[in-house]
């Protein structure tokens, strides 16, 4: 999980394993983003998905959402070495004119040959 | 494909002087973000710019301070900087303000107080 946790977790695997990495969140989102941070560069987006969509797809990733435990995860398939990063996923903190888009601590991720 | 740019990459100072960081975003976005992400890789979000209206001004020290010209350009500057402050400082746009809106960073400026 990427709440509550003091230090960026990390997860190393094999180039060809899947991988999944959790995110729940502590209140009310409309959407949950997801963003891989190469190094020395921003985060980019790579996946979005809404409140009213439990799964969504996008080439090697799968991100799911599930409302009623409030926890998003993130899939990749048959990892490849350039999937090395760090992701995190994001989350809106109430709606209206109050909205900001919060990110969780982050996972990062390291495919080996 | 680069479309915000954030100047410097790299600076080096020490306690107690002022520094300024400069964003520019080329995507035509209304609004602009400004980000810290310490060395745990940890972001959080400092401002928010719509149009050049502040409309998020996280809890952080007075000595940060946003700076508009335009909806294109979003400036930092910090009066007195401290050691707590070496971070990368990360500008993002946005088109629109709202949940669901994609953000797109630029590659940040590591500032590191001596």
């Known amino acids: 999980s990427q709440w509550g946790e003091e230090n960026l977790q990390a997860l190393s695997i094999q180039e060809g394993e899947d991988v999944t990495m959790n995110c729940s969140y502590k209140?009310?989102?409309?959407?949950v983003h997801w963003y891989r941070q190469d190094s020395g560069r921003g985060p980019a987006l790579i996946i979005l998905?809404?409140?009213?969509?439990r799964e969504k797809r996008s080439g090697r990733l799968r991100a799911t959402l599930d409302t009623s435990s409030q926890s998003s995860s993130l899939s990749i398939t048959a990892a490849q070495c350039e999937d090395t990063a760090v992701y995190f996923c994001?989350?809106?903190?109430?709606?209206?004119?109050?909205?900001?888009?919060?990110f969780g601590k982050g996972t990062l991720l390291t495919v080996t040959p | 494909e680069t479309a915000v740019f954030q100047t410097p990459n790299y600076h080096v100072t020490q306690v107690g002087n002022e520094v300024s960081f400069n964003c520019k975003q080329t995507?035509?976005?209304?609004?602009m973000y400004w980000y810290k992400q310490d060395s745990k890789k940890l972001l959080k979000i400092m401002f928010s710019?719509?149009?050049?209206?502040?409309?998020v001004n996280e809890t952080v020290p007075r000595r940060f301070s946003p700076q508009s010209s335009d909806k294109a350009h979003l400036n930092l500057r910090i009066k007195s900087v401290e050691p707590e402050d070496s971070a990368v400082y990360l500008c993002?746009?946005?088109?629109?303000?709202?949940?669901?809106?994609?953000?797109?960073f630029g590659s940040g400026t590591r500032l590191t107080v001596l």
């Open positions: 209140t009310y989102t409309t959407v």
């Open positions: 710019y719509n149009n050049k209206q502040l409309i």
């Open positions: 993002a746009s946005s088109c629109y303000w709202g949940s669901a809106e994609t953000l797109y």
């Open positions: 994001a989350t809106d903190c109430s709606g209206g004119s109050n909205y900001k888009l919060t």
């Open positions: 995507l035509g976005h209304d609004t």
């Open positions: 998905i809404r409140s009213n969509e």
